[in-house]
T-cell receptor, first 113, second 114 residues
């Protein structure tokens, strides 16, 4: 049972445009969400996080939106750059869970120059 | 500051063998978590150690075990290897045990079971 879902395995975007990566979760006990970026042959790198008490968090070109009622979060990258081409994982955590993070299956973003 | 170091980077084993993977966390980090990454499955949580104690465990068979030493270094062991154990094994460290302590990942150990 996949508690964190990234339904789009891949996404292609033109350089300079907005990239929107989506993530859905099923467990209402999740209260902390993160996005990680992964390049080939490297470990995932933390990008941005959001607590369930917020609905938006911004860091430079990256903004994460959280819609608790829809159990949905999204990552916006504006403007997209070729160096953003990577696999993006969303992750969720709950304070009462028996796990640290539950990760989605990832979305491969390709930014075209 | 050195990042999370995992050794070895690559391993080839045959079915039935056992394997030990090593992880050195970032200096000062006391929590170490292990994940398995396979194509189409994302990162699946194996276990987490904090101050030498296993705090959390994922849904993996008992063939997967781990431990943490007093210097926070951690090892993961897989016994009686199966073909399905072929994967990238990632280690992550964080300052503390709270989920809000960001996890920093190593580059992983790629295990191939033949």
């Amino acid at each position: 049972d996949q508690q964190v879902k990234q339904n789009s395995p891949s996404l292609s975007v033109q350089e300079g445009r907005i990239s929107i990566l989506n993530c859905d979760y099923t467990n209402s006990m999740f209260d902390y969400f993160l996005w990680y970026k992964k390049y080939p042959a490297e470990g995932p790198t933390f990008l941005i996080s959001i607590s369930s008490i917020k609905d938006k968090n911004e860091d430079g070109r990256f903004t994460v939106f959280l819609n608790k009622s829809a159990k949905h979060l999204s990552l916006h990258i504006v403007p997209s750059q070729p160096g953003d081409s990577a696999v993006y994982f969303c992750a969720a955590s709950g304070t009462s869970g028996t796990y640290k993070y539950i990760f989605g299956t990832g979305t491969r973003l390709k930014v075209l120059a | 500051k050195a990042g999370v170091t995992q050794t070895p980077r690559y391993l080839i084993k045959t079915r039935g063998q056992q394997v030990t993977l090593s992880c050195s966390p970032i200096s000062g980090h006391r929590s170490v978590s292990w994940y398995q990454q396979t194509p189409g499955q994302g990162l699946q949580f194996l276990f987490e150690y904090f101050s030498e104690t296993q705090r959390n465990k994922g849904n993996f068979p008992g063939r997967f075990s781990g431990r943490q030493f007093s210097n926070s270094r951690s090892e993961m062991n897989v016994s009686t290897l199966e073909l399905g154990d072929s994967a990238l094994y990632l280690c992550a460290s964080s300052l503390g045990a709270s989920a809000k302590n960001i996890q920093y990942f190593g580059a992983g150990t790629r295990l191939s079971v033949l």
